[in-house]
């Protein structure tokens, strides 16, 4: 082949490759995730998900924008002037607890932001290191009691859900503990694992693996009913803590993008979620798939919200992380 031949070729070539250069930039949709990479985390669910929305061409890239417990990555989404390539995976406490804590959040979850389709459904977990003296559950809430003002627990970060667990678990037993905030799950199962920390308060996603390979002991799960993942592990209803909250995470839009463009993204999300591959990497994980219409999360983020809303109302709980 000759330079010329060759030349005309390559110039051909890339004309063919250019309205597909094009349409793959268009279709390039950033996903914000407020919580670092690490194993079980949102951060997994956002990748897992977004490999399967290429199906439907979308080429997703996920930004991790960490700190205050979600509230960073959703500032961001809002203040993002490319609206129509940004989502965000959000876990539950951002969007309806911290409403009702803090005064100086720089958004409107109900106003800013427009829902795509719930993501996942999961439990939230106590666990320990397999070595740790406490066995079962009510090893553990025994030693709190009488240990009171001696309690020390981590969580993923100050105000999540995993911290109002801990702190309405505590106040029904009567004890004084003190919450170690961690920046996500990462750091947090790593000092469980260092012996840093006794106890741990998460998702069941964050010590599962560790669980199942003997490092750590999942003591309880939080949820109205046992897990599917761990069925031999008692619920804190079951320990006799009058206490249970299910986990849920969701993606949302920022409130400007077109209603075309929301479409088009939710039934991607949709479509990815009803894979078997997602369900099944999803499982490892400890969590469900829960694809929703946009109007099924609307209302139930909505219902969620009153929900917090009221159980928040005058709480020490508000009292306490807002100091």
């Known amino acids: 082949m000759d330079r010329r031949t060759f030349a005309i070729r390559m110039a051909a070539g890339a004309a063919a490759m250019g309205p597909l250069a094009a349409r793959a930039q268009q279709n390039i949709l950033k996903t914000y995730v407020g919580f670092p990479p690490g194993p079980g985390g949102f951060d997994n669910v956002a990748r897992i998900v977004g490999e399967a929305m290429q199906a439907s061409g979308f080429n997703v890239l996920v930004e991790n924008r960490v700190g205050a417990g979600g509230r960073i990555a959703l500032q961001t989404l809002k203040s993002d002037a490319a609206a129509e ?20 959040l720089r958004f409107d979850p109900l106003k800013d932001f427009a829902p795509l389709s719930k993501g996942t459904s999961f439990d939230y977990a106590l666990a320990v290191r397999a070595d740790s003296p406490f066995h079962s559950a009510n090893d553990y809430l025994n030693w709190a009691r009488a240990n009171s003002g001696r309690v020390l627990f981590g ?3 100050n105000g999540t ?3 109002f667990i801990a702190e309405a678990m505590f106040q029904r037993l009567g004890v004084s503990a003190q919450a170690v905030p961690y920046k996500g799950t990462a750091p947090l199962v790593q000092d469980l694992l260092g012996g840093q920390i006794p106890i741990i308060f998460d998702t069941l996603s964050a010590p599962l693996a560790n669980h199942k390979a003997g490092k750590l002991r999942v003591l309880a799960t939080a949820g109205s009913s046992r897990s599917r993942f761990v069925p031999e592990i008692p619920t804190l209803i079951e320990t006799g803590v009058d206490l ?3 986990g849920w995470c969701g993606y949302y839009a920022s409130a400007s993008m ?6 088009r993204i939710g ?5 990815a979620l009803r894979r078997d591959t997602v369900r099944d990497r ?7 798939p829960a694809p929703t219409t946009s109007a099924d999360l609307g209302a139930f983020h909505l219902k969620e919200y009153r929900f917090w809303e009221e159980v928040l109302k005058d709480s020490e709980f508000r009292k306490k992380v807002a100091s």
């Open 282 to 288: 999803l499982a490892l994980m400890g969590m469900v």
């Open 85 to 104: 390539t940004s989502m965000i995976l959000s876990s539950q406490s951002p969007l309806t607890i911290f409403p009702h804590i803090y005064s100086d």
């Open 267 to 271: 039934d991607a999300i949709v479509t």
């Open 155 to 157: 969580i993923p970060g």
């Open 258 to 263: 077109s209603a075309a463009q929301r479409a």
């Open 244 to 246: 249970a909250i299910d």
């Open 161 to 163: 859900t995993p911290h």
